[in-house]
Nanobody, 117 residues
Protein backbone atom coordinates (compact mmCIF):
# COMPACT_ATOMS: atom_id res chain seq x y z
CA UNK A 1 0.00 0.00 0.00
CA UNK A 2 1.14 3.51 -0.85
CA UNK A 3 -0.66 6.37 0.85
CA UNK A 4 -0.61 9.73 -0.88
CA UNK A 5 -1.61 13.06 0.67
CA UNK A 6 -1.86 16.19 -1.45
CA UNK A 7 -1.61 19.77 -0.23
CA UNK A 8 -1.24 23.26 -1.63
CA UNK A 9 -4.44 23.78 -3.55
CA UNK A 10 -6.50 26.93 -3.31
CA UNK A 11 -7.87 29.97 -5.09
CA UNK A 12 -5.57 32.04 -7.29
CA UNK A 13 -6.06 34.74 -9.89
CA UNK A 14 -5.26 34.16 -13.55
CA UNK A 15 -1.54 34.56 -14.12
CA UNK A 16 -0.76 33.52 -10.58
CA UNK A 17 1.17 30.56 -9.20
CA UNK A 18 0.54 27.63 -6.88
CA UNK A 19 2.69 24.77 -5.67
CA UNK A 20 1.15 21.40 -4.99
CA UNK A 21 2.86 18.77 -2.87
CA UNK A 22 2.22 15.05 -2.59
CA UNK A 23 3.57 13.26 0.46
CA UNK A 24 4.00 9.50 0.06
CA UNK A 25 4.18 6.78 2.70
CA UNK A 26 6.82 4.97 0.64
CA UNK A 27 10.17 6.21 -0.62
CA UNK A 28 9.19 8.09 -3.78
CA UNK A 29 12.43 7.07 -5.49
CA UNK A 30 11.36 3.43 -5.27
CA UNK A 31 8.09 4.06 -7.10
CA UNK A 32 8.08 3.47 -10.84
CA UNK A 33 6.13 6.54 -11.89
CA UNK A 34 4.56 9.36 -9.92
CA UNK A 35 2.27 11.85 -11.49
CA UNK A 36 -0.31 14.55 -11.15
CA UNK A 37 -3.71 14.24 -12.78
CA UNK A 38 -6.61 16.64 -12.79
CA UNK A 39 -10.33 16.42 -13.29
CA UNK A 40 -12.52 19.40 -14.11
CA UNK A 41 -16.31 19.29 -13.68
CA UNK A 42 -17.93 17.27 -16.45
CA UNK A 43 -14.59 16.16 -17.86
CA UNK A 44 -12.49 13.02 -17.68
CA UNK A 45 -9.45 12.81 -15.46
CA UNK A 46 -6.32 13.68 -17.43
CA UNK A 47 -2.60 13.39 -16.91
CA UNK A 48 -0.92 16.70 -16.17
CA UNK A 49 2.68 15.66 -15.48
CA UNK A 50 4.63 12.56 -14.54
CA UNK A 51 8.11 11.76 -13.28
CA UNK A 52 9.73 8.36 -13.52
CA UNK A 53 12.17 6.65 -11.21
CA UNK A 54 15.05 7.69 -13.49
CA UNK A 55 13.96 11.34 -13.23
CA UNK A 56 12.57 11.67 -16.74
CA UNK A 57 9.39 13.71 -17.03
CA UNK A 58 6.51 14.30 -19.39
CA UNK A 59 3.77 16.91 -19.49
CA UNK A 60 0.41 17.47 -21.06
CA UNK A 61 0.72 19.87 -24.01
CA UNK A 62 -1.62 22.31 -22.27
CA UNK A 63 0.79 22.85 -19.36
CA UNK A 64 4.20 22.62 -21.04
CA UNK A 65 6.34 25.61 -20.17
CA UNK A 66 4.07 26.58 -17.27
CA UNK A 67 4.13 23.59 -14.90
CA UNK A 68 7.11 21.75 -13.46
CA UNK A 69 7.08 18.40 -11.65
CA UNK A 70 9.90 17.60 -9.25
CA UNK A 71 10.87 15.39 -6.33
CA UNK A 72 12.10 16.47 -2.92
CA UNK A 73 14.16 13.70 -1.35
CA UNK A 74 14.39 15.39 2.05
CA UNK A 75 10.61 15.66 2.41
CA UNK A 76 9.79 12.58 0.32
CA UNK A 77 7.34 14.59 -1.76
CA UNK A 78 6.50 15.04 -5.40
CA UNK A 79 5.72 18.65 -6.22
CA UNK A 80 3.95 20.44 -9.01
CA UNK A 81 4.91 24.06 -9.51
CA UNK A 82 2.19 25.77 -11.49
CA UNK A 83 2.89 29.19 -13.02
CA UNK A 84 0.93 31.45 -15.35
CA UNK A 85 -2.27 29.76 -14.26
CA UNK A 86 -5.32 30.01 -16.48
CA UNK A 87 -9.01 29.64 -15.69
CA UNK A 88 -9.00 26.38 -17.62
CA UNK A 89 -6.53 24.95 -15.09
CA UNK A 90 -9.35 24.89 -12.55
CA UNK A 91 -9.85 21.29 -11.42
CA UNK A 92 -9.32 18.82 -8.64
CA UNK A 93 -5.69 17.72 -8.80
CA UNK A 94 -4.80 14.17 -7.82
CA UNK A 95 -1.46 12.64 -6.99
CA UNK A 96 -0.83 9.22 -8.51
CA UNK A 97 1.71 6.51 -7.90
CA UNK A 98 2.30 3.54 -10.16
CA UNK A 99 4.42 0.85 -8.60
CA UNK A 100 6.26 -1.84 -10.53
CA UNK A 101 6.48 -5.57 -9.74
CA UNK A 102 3.58 -5.72 -9.12
CA UNK A 103 2.06 -2.91 -11.12
CA UNK A 104 -0.46 -1.18 -8.86
CA UNK A 105 -1.92 2.31 -9.04
CA UNK A 106 -2.58 4.44 -5.98
CA UNK A 107 -4.40 7.77 -5.73
CA UNK A 108 -4.49 10.61 -3.29
CA UNK A 109 -7.72 12.21 -2.15
CA UNK A 110 -7.30 15.26 -4.40
CA UNK A 111 -6.88 18.97 -3.84
CA UNK A 112 -8.98 21.71 -5.40
CA UNK A 113 -7.32 24.36 -7.57
CA UNK A 114 -9.50 27.27 -8.63
CA UNK A 115 -8.23 29.94 -10.98
CA UNK A 116 -10.58 32.88 -11.00
CA UNK A 117 -10.58 36.65 -10.83
Amino acid sequence: QVQLVESGGGLVQPGGSLRLSCAASTNIFSIGVMGWYRQAPGKERELVAAIRRDGSTNYADSVKGRFTISRDSAKNTVNLQMNSLKTEDTAVYYCNALTSAPSITFWGQGTQVTVSS
